[in-house]
């Protein structure tokens, strides 16, 4: 058996071209959500101590996530 048929690398670099696409647009989704927002979340999260404000930004990045997975996924 061929070692090129054994061990296929294409699926492997394609899930980490996605991942790398993925990361990059949720990165690009938080900052711009940031920036439309009148306060600074990481201020208020990390300084503030708003936990509320953390459990929706965590929402906000499972959301994002499901977006960008469903459009990569096709």
Same mark, same amino acid.
């Given at each position: 058996?061929?070692?090129?048929?054994?061990?296929?690398? %294409?699926? +492997?670099?394609?899930?980490? &071209? #996605?991942? &790398? &696409? *993925? @990361?990059?647009? +949720? *990165?690009?989704? @938080? #900052?711009?959500?940031?920036? +439309?927002?009148?306060?600074?979340?990481?201020? !208020?999260?990390?300084? !503030? %101590?708003?936990?509320?404000?953390?459990?929706?930004?965590?929402?906000? &990045?499972?959301?994002?996530?499901?977006?960008?997975?469903?459009?990569?996924?096709?």
């Amino acid at each position: 058996m061929a070692a090129a048929t054994w061990f296929n690398l %294409h699926p +492997l670099i394609n899930s980490i &071209v #996605y991942s &790398v &696409v *993925g @990361f990059v647009m +949720l *990165g690009l989704g @938080f #900052y711009v959500y940031d920036k +439309l927002t009148p306060w600074r979340m990481w201020k !208020e999260i990390i300084d !503030e %101590h708003n936990i509320a404000l953390a459990v929706i930004v965590g929402a906000m &990045v499972l959301g994002i996530s499901n977006i960008i997975a469903a459009a990569i996924s096709g």
